[in-house]
């Protein structure tokens, strides 16, 4: 069966789906365990818990969220993403009862609001324009459960001389706008205008990719 990628003014990656497993690893130096770790941490998913991983890629942390969730436990961890390469690979390595993945828009997501316990996205926002930055959160915050807990691990202001460089050499070379959004530390304030509680900065790895730790309140209504 033919996958069509979902038409989005992201910038998906179908074009690197067959060597992202690659490029990643190095693109995280040799952190990538503790930072996957990290945000798995951050999320402490119940066993029967269902996450969702906005622009989950090759599904590398969706899979480990399956994990911790268990066999049979009632669990799942659905993996999103608008890139049809990037689902076909995640699908390949693992698909089963507690493990998902769907090819959908970020800024339309295809769920029941109030239907996950977490949403959990990494490096996926420095990929959007501003607008479907916001649309996304809006988004995660209908389909989390009120006291849902959101984990976002982007690119935001740097806070070493190499982060600094990094990022904004990234930004140019790769001619992303989207790039130069995060850098100049958009994400917190986005994040509280759709509804979740002010987000806490927990770490920051390589200098610019910030680890922001929010939930939806408890009582909470259709965000701000
Ligand atoms: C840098 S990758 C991150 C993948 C994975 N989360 C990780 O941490 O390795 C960004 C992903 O976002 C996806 N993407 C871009 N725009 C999107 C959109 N509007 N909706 C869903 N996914 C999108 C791309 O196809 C790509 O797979």
Not at 65 to 71: M, P, R, S
Not at 85 to 114: G, P, S
Not at 125 to 146: C, G, I, Q, S, Y
Not at 178 to 192: A, D, K, S, W, Y
Request: charged residues 20%; neutral net charge; glycine residues 10%.
């Amino acid at each position: 069966m033919v996958l069509r990628s979902v038409p989005t003014r992201g910038r998906t990656l179908d074009h690197a789906a067959f060597i992202y497993d690659i490029c990643e690893p190095l693109l995280l130096l040799g952190k990538q365990k503790e930072y996957d770790n990290h945000i798995l941490a951050l999320l402490a998913p119940q066993k029967s818990g269902r996450i969702l991983d906005i622009g989950c890629g090759t599904g590398v942390l969706t899979r480990m969220i399956a994990d911790a969730l268990g066999e049979g436990e009632g669990g799942e961890a659905v993996g999103i993403d608008a890139a049809a390469k990037m689902i076909r690979m995640a699908r390949k390595k693992r698909e089963n009862q507690t493990c998902r993945f769907e090819i959908m828009a970020a800024e339309n997501l295809e769920f029941e609001d109030a239907s996950f316990d977490g949403v959990v996205s990494s490096l996926f926002f420095h990929h959007v324009p501003l607008d479907l930055k916001k649309t996304t959160l809006m988004e995660a915050f209908r389909v989390l459960k009120p006291g849902g807990r959101l984990v976002i691990a982007d690119m935001h202001l740097p806070t070493t001389s190499m982060g600094w460089l990094v990022s904004h050499v990234s930004r140019w070379f790769f001619m992303q706008p989207q790039i130069g959004e995060n850098i100049r530390g958009v994400l917190p304030e986005l994040i509280v205008q759709a509804g979740f509680d002010a987000p806490q900065t927990v770490a920051c790895y390589f200098g610019y990719v910030a680890l922001f730790n929010t939930a939806k309140p408890l009582s909470s209504g259709m965000g701000r």
